[in-house]
């Protein structure tokens, strides 16, 4: 019995690690729940079963003792918290032994205890040596364990922001689990991709997978799981998915009502209020999943994450609450309406915090009680918060996890830069940025070097927090795709975590020449003669970090590495050459807009426009509402100012003397409105000057239009398709496109998905012209096209744009197309991302320029209008951005279609010439 209790000691770890890597809530600060509360239990368990194997004894009195020795001392060190020595016994046991099952058990070990310390790149690694172990054995035991270890590994990638190989593999997982019918790593396979889904930002998929894995749990009996050693299991798996269910369910609510305030800025008040019932269903089911996951108790660890995900809950919807007779309390208890909602809530969200607390005191030290206590001291007030950040430096330490340590030491950073205390969070801060450092966390390091950078700079050292700036924007870029795109949380958080380190830099380096500014009560001056010297590198270097910043928003927005593709295709097709061309950069700050104009010469000279963002946020807002509005003339007052505001001051310093083409690269919530559509007081922008658009010049194809074989595919679609209205006058302009281009036309019941494919696989389109209503909202998942047979969304729009661009058997000289033309597309309003959808449909798919509306045009008018446009483009010598001025200027001479309204949403975008 004594042999067989060490036996069973030997395989806890395997199994416990199985269950730490399954059972992981990713929303929270990067933090994962572990189970050490739990692994006593499941010790005593193992221990009491009864032996039913008699061929045990036989195989344990034939393993090395000196082995065995080691890694019952690791078990005993892993237990008391003390990780790296737990490795250094089993490195050893590795080393000495040749046993494959022994060996698998210890690798995965090796694993779950490195992921302990943060060091997930060797947990994956140890795990792939373990589960190529059991798949070389091939029998069914040995296929269950694999299945089991693929899954935590998965959650490893998903650890690293590699959600995809994470899917990709439970899936792998939940066909083996399948074929073996064990319900258990079925149900946390399905888990686990419900976690991985929930980070890509597909809340359904995620939704779903976490209440398949719930149903499979609860129809499980306690032991009845395919491993009757851990009764435990199921209420744990239970207990987790309900807590990462209710944080899926409150992100999702968060989605909602970001798209329903963007509909309300539209005016489409049907819309918001469609979801914003869809969010507050979201909400109570948040709510309820989160105290059901408080309810069932099993895991002190899971307790404290529902804890402080539920009061983040009642923080982050009070007033939807308030108007509930009840708000959960950490207890379970409710509040009858006997108090103010408001205070019902307080006392709620003090007592959650108050057992949050206690529940951590007896958890033993481990990655996830620090990160936990790292969360407790955010929501906290700062007496308390720096207590508890101080247990989670000491629980860092203790376990040797220097990411969390870094984390728990910025935290404490943060808390005395918010109180001016600046000396004391520097030191601080040094401290967190070896951490991070020392084990190349890059993603934290950002952090701290731009905590660095802001300290610096509230203390008047500008040169050293520009530095730190410089370093925070590098890491940035070395992880970009990891934090950019893996998740799509992100999306909606990259105003507040990435996007304020480029620009805070940039508003360092633009700071004006011969000023004096107080930080912190200290004042920095700049002399006249050192700025002279170092404006035009500081201008070159805001362009630098521009390019950066526009690269990092696309990127963001479509979650994926294509645009850096498309960076790279672009700056193989070499540099721009225009020599009547100037490039126009706008940098919105929060206490100015700063405008940066690249003169064909290459010269750069800015000017600051004394309006910040959230007031140029409502001139701009109220100009593009205006000017939606074709009844009146409203929008030429409003037109004027923005003119005197962002072109006026380049005109007046001749910097716009004979340039024929103005290439704006609009910022933030400029991206919103047709530059087009200034007015000097007696004529429109456009009657001046040719103008296009692009997202980031580094993305901009350079080479002219090869205009000896113009033929375009040209689709459409005239008919209903609710809530869309019928387009009568599609028919018409697609026709008028053939007989100007030629080429194939496509309406209505040709206009699908599979035919498209076919067309553009097949033939050579240098032009592509779409007349169907298209949406570019929010972020990639709201944005589409309308075919006749169904939507197409962004990925397959992408996919058949790269087929029209593609050599294939039947075209072997086929080139990228020079054009895509969206005429009846509209952005979402409410959002200034909603632009970047459009640029970047053609950015991604190597389309050189894109013709597209900011929002729906009459399509009675945009008939004569892509009629007047594609007859100037087939003039020789006539760059695009020309061809579509004097399009635009024809309409502007014409009775009927002068409103800019009209005419001015249809934007060039991309390559100009």
């Known amino acids: 019995m004594k042999a067989l209790r060490r036996r069973r000691r030997r395989y806890v770890l395997f199994l416990v690690s199985f269950l730490l890597c399954i059972l992981v809530n990713t929303a929270v600060s990067g933090a994962q729940e572990t189970f050490t509360d739990i692994e006593k239990s499941f010790i005593s368990d193992l221990r009491n079963l009864p032996v039913k194997n008699d061929d045990i004894e036989t ?22 918290g003390k990780y790296a020595e737990a490795i250094n016994l089993w490195q050893q046991a590795l080393s000495q032994t040749s046993a494959s099952q022994e060996r698998a058990i210890i690798y995965s070990n090796l694993a779950v205890a490195f992921r302990q310390i943060g060091q997930i790149d060797k947990a994956i690694a140890h795990w792939e040596q373990a589960i190529q172990i059991y798949a070389k054995a091939g029998d069914p035991n040995s296929r269950t364990q694999q299945a089991k270890l693929i899954v935590e590994q998965a959650q490893a990638y998903s650890e690293l922001g590699q959600h995809k190989r994470a899917i990709q593999l439970l899936q792998a997982s939940l066909l083996i689990a399948r074929h073996n019918r064990d319900r258990l790593t079925e149900a946390a396979a399905e888990a686990a991709l419900g976690n991985s889904y929930w980070s890509l930002g597909d809340y359904e998929q995620a939704i779903s997978s976490l209440q398949n894995s719930l149903k499979i749990a609860r129809e499980l009996k306690d032991g009845e799981s395919g491993n009757k050693t851990i009764p435990n299991y ?5 207990q987790t998915a309900l807590n990462n269910l209710g944080n899926v369910f409150a992100k999702r609510a968060d989605r909602y009502l970001y798209q329903a305030n963007v509909a309300q800025i539209e005016g489409d008040e049907r819309e918001n209020a469609r979801l914003k019932n869809l969010a507050q269903q979201d909400i109570f089911a948040a709510k309820e999943a989160l105290e059901e996951s408080i309810q069932v108790g099993v895991s002190d660890t899971v307790t404290v994450q529902a804890l402080l995900n539920l009061n983040r809950l009642l923080e982050r919807h009070s007033t939807t609450f308030s108007n509930s007779t009840s708000v959960g309390s950490a207890g379970g208890n409710n509040f009858q309406g006997v108090k103010e909602p408001d205070a019902v809530n307080s006392e709620a969200i003090a007592q959650n915090r108050e057992r949050a607390y206690e529940l951590l005191q007896k958890i033993p030290d481990s990655r996830e009680k620090s990160y936990a206590l790292i969360n407790l001291g955010v929501g906290s007030e700062p007496s308390a918060a720096a207590k508890i950040f101080a247990d989670a430096i000491a629980v860092s330490k203790h376990i040797g996890d220097s990411r969390a340590e870094s984390f728990a030491l910025g935290s404490l950073a943060q808390l005395y830069e918010k109180a001016h205390q600046y000396t004391e969070a520097m030191e601080l801060n040094r401290q967190a940025l070896f951490a991070a450092q020392k084990i190349n966390a890059v993603d934290s390091l950002y952090r701290w070097q731009w905590q660095a950078g802001r300290i610096e700079k509230a203390t008047g050292k500008i040169p050293k927090a520009i530095s730190y700036y410089e370093e925070a924007i590098a890491s940035l870029q070395s992880i970009r795709s990891d934090i950019l795109a893996a998740n799509k949380d992100l999306q909606f958080d990259f105003r507040d975590s990435v996007e304020p380190v480029y620009r805070q830099m940039m508003g360092l380096l633009l700071q004006p020449s011969n000023s004096v500014s107080s930080f912190g009560g200290n004042t920095y ?3 006249a003669e050192n700025m002279a010297e170092t404006q035009p590198k500081n201008l070159s270097k805001v362009i630098d970090i521009l390019e950066l910043l526009k690269l990092a928003e696309l990127q963001n927005f ?4 294509c645009v850096q593709v498309a960076k790279e295709n672009a700056q193989n097709d070499g540099n721009l050459a225009d020599t009547g061309a100037a490039i126009v950069y706008s940098v919105i700050l929060d206490d100015r807009t700063e405008m940066i104009v690249r003169s064909p010469d290459g010269k750069l000279k800015n000017y600051t426009v004394a309006m910040g963002q959230e007031q140029l946020q409502q001139e701009i807002d109220r100009l593009r509402l205006l000017l939606e509005n074709r009844a009146t003339e409203e929008y030429l007052p409003q037109a004027q100012k923005i003119y005197d505001l962002l072109i006026r001051p380049m005109e007046k310093d001749g910097e716009s003397k004979n340039l024929k083409t103005l290439v704006f690269i609009n910022d933030g919530v400029l991206r919103k409105i047709p530059m087009a559509a200034l007015h ?5 922008l456009i009657q001046k000057y040719a103008i296009a658009t692009t997202p980031s010049l580094s993305l901009t194809a350079s080479k002219p239009a090869d205009r000896r074989n113009f033929k375009a595919l040209s689709v459409g679609l005239t008919v209903e398709r609710p809530p869309f209205a019928p387009l009568a006058n599609v028919a018409t302009e697609v026709a008028e496109v053939q007989k100007i281009l030629g080429g194939t036309k496509l309406l ?35 944005t589409f096209l309308l075919g006749y047979d169904r939507r197409i969304g962004i990925d397959e729009i992408d996919n058949l744009l790269r087929f029209a661009g593609r050599n294939n058997a039947s075209t072997t000289n086929k080139q990228p197309v020079e054009l895509l033309t969206l005429s009846a597309c509209q952005t979402a309003a409410g959002d200034n991302r909603a632009a970047l959808g459009i640029a970047g449909v053609a950015v991604r798919a190597g389309v050189r320029s894109a013709l597209a509306s900011l929002w729906y045009i009459n399509d009675e008018a945009t008939v004569p209008l892509i009629e007047a446009f594609y007859t100037q483009l087939r003039q020789p010598n006539i760059s695009k951005a020309e061809a579509l001025r ?18 001015s949403p249809l934007i060039l975008i991309g390559n100009w010439l």
């Open 59 to 80: 195989k344990l009195s034939n393993l090395q003792l000196s082995v065995e020795r080691l890694v019952q001392q690791g078990q005993g060190f892993y237990e008391a």
């Open 234 to 238: 199921r209420s744990a798996l239970i």
């Open 525 to 527: 001056t700049s002399s």
């Open 558 to 561: 479509f979650g994926d590495e």
């Open 680 to 684: 000097d007081g007696k004529q429109f």
């Open 748 to 782: 209505d019941k040709d206009f699908t998905l599979n035919r498209l494919e076919t067309e553009l696989r097949q033939n050579n389109f240098p032009i592509i012209h779409m007349a169907t209503h298209g949406k570019f909202g929010v972020d990639a998942a709201s």
């Open 886 to 903: 004097r399009a635009q200027m024809k309409l502007i001479a014409s009775d009927d279609y002068s409103h800019p309204g009209v005419w």
